[in-house]
């Protein structure tokens, strides 16, 4: 393996582990977000956000009162947690090369590039929500029309927000990431 691709593969495993790593940290953070929301409000339970992905997936018989439902609860939390680690690493891609651009920029504020990526961050989420709410979850409207759209586990405000502070909390690993490493 010569010099060149060795250099190319260890870039790729750092954007993969800091990726995964901040994809779980900042699926928690989501889930923190809706699962609060559902504890504080009347009419919704703390579980109700982890149990309708679960029921997108096998059904909206996987939904109900969270004593009954402890499998979907637990599947939907695993699909969650799954699902933000590959949405993490695309990030981070995404990330490193924002960051190797302004890298490149002259006289930049050394601000711009700790900001950078948690502002990166935040629009991505944003649009990841915008890509699940109009183009994936339509995929099963009979399930996705009660769960997501009708505030039958949060209103759409909660949802919007809850993917800011994913996107959000993807930028801070990363960024925590880059200083810690040195050049990630």
Do not use: C
């Amino acid at each position: 393996m010569n010099i060149r691709s060795l250099a190319a593969h260890s870039a790729l495993k750092r954007v993969v582990l800091i990726g995964a790593a901040g994809g779980m940290v900042a699926g928690m953070m989501m889930a923190i977000v809706e699962m609060l929301y559902g504890w504080a409000s009347d009419g919704h339970t703390f579980w109700d956000a982890p149990m309708a992905i679960w029921a997108w997936v096998g059904g909206r018989n996987h939904f109900g009162v969270p004593g009954d439902h402890v499998g979907p609860i637990i599947l939907g939390l695993g699909g969650h947690m799954m699902n933000s680690m590959v949405v993490g690493i695309a990030f981070a891609a995404m990330a490193m090369g924002l960051v190797g651009v302004l890298r490149r920029v002259k006289k930049l504020n050394p601000i711009a590039l700790d900001l950078g990526p948690v502002m990166l961050g935040v629009a991505y989420g944003l649009a990841f929500w915008a890509v699940m709410r109009y183009g994936i979850l339509p995929l099963r409207r009979d399930r996705e029309a009660h769960l997501f759209t009708q505030a039958i586990v949060s209103p759409q405000w909660v949802w919007w927000l809850a993917h800011a502070v994913l996107g959000m909390t993807a930028g801070v690993v990363f960024d925590l990431a880059r200083r810690l490493l040195g050049r990630a």
